[in-house]
T-cell receptor, first 111, second 113 residues
Framework: QKEVEQDPGPLSVPEGAIVSLNCTYS??????FMWYRQYSRKGPELLMY????GNKEDGRFTAQVDKSSKYISLFIRDSQPSDSATYLC???????????FGQGTRLTINP | NAGVTQTPKFQVLKTGQSMTLQCAQD?????MYWYRQDPGMGLRLIYY???????DKGEVPNGYNVSRLNKREFSLRLESAAPSQTSVYFC????????????FGEGSWLTVV
């Protein structure tokens, strides 16, 4: 079993829809939870990060962490065609450890 | 502001050939990484360098070697390329190991025929 599981999709939704992207994990030591966005033929870039449990909002994006369920989510409101990309979750235990990535979900927003 | 720069961007190799992927960062980061990305597998760590002069194996190191030439540069070498090494390779850096913000290069597309 992988430490981090992410549905690879693909996910296709109409413009303006609310998008929900999710990851589950098995390692209870994870403390930092990140979402990276990767456009086609580009490197991933950090979108949001959350420390421990709770919600974090940045414009149309909301990240949620539920440590009791070992489940994280990224919500995109009023989705735009420019949001079409692959979204990767990533997690990090405390201390000098390395990031663990999910498989990535490919998202397409249709005009 | 270049960030992380990788070369070459595209390469086709024949089975058994060798090649080196070059990576340089201009952010004065201590830690550097090489990942490969394959469909359905996500990003898998090949090797990393926590600081200048040190390198360590990641999740999938077989068939690869690395060199941390100096603080800026971290190269990945395929000594005898195999079709299973066909992938997209990303170099990345963080200020130190354990940093949650990892900066990636643009990627190198490698095909081994």
């Amino acid at each position: 079993q992988k430490e981090v599981e992410q549905d690879p999709g693909p996910l296709s939704v109409p413009e303006g829809a609310i998008v929900s992207l999710n990851c589950t994990y098995s390692n209870s030591a994870f403390q930092y939870f990140m979402w990276y966005r990767q456009y086609s033929r580009k490197g991933p870039e950090l979108l949001m990060y959350t420390y421990s449990s709770g919600n974090k909002e940045d414009g149309r994006f909301t990240a949620q962490v539920d440590k009791s369920s070992k489940y994280i989510s990224l919500f995109i409101r009023d989705s735009q065609p420019s949001d079409s990309a692959t979204y990767l979750c990533a997690m990090l235990p405390g201390g000098a450890q390395k990031l663990v990535f999910g498989q990535g979900t490919r998202l397409t927003i249709n005009p | 502001n270049a960030g992380v720069t990788q070369t070459p961007k595209f390469q086709v190799l024949k089975t058994g050939q060798s090649m080196t992927l070059q990576c340089a960062q201009d952010m004065n980061h201590n830690s550097m990484y090489w990942y490969r990305q394959d469909p359905g597998m996500g990003l898998r760590l090949i090797y990393y360098s926590a600081s200048e002069g040190t390198t360590d194996k990641g999740e999938v190191p077989n068939g690869y070697n690395v060199s941390r030439l100096n603080k800026r540069e971290f190269s990945l070498r395929l000594e005898s390329a195999a079709p299973s090494q066909t992938s997209v390779y990303f170099c990345a850096s963080t200020p130190e190991v354990g940093g949650h913000t990892i900066y990636f290069g643009e990627g190198s597309w490698l095909t081994v025929v």
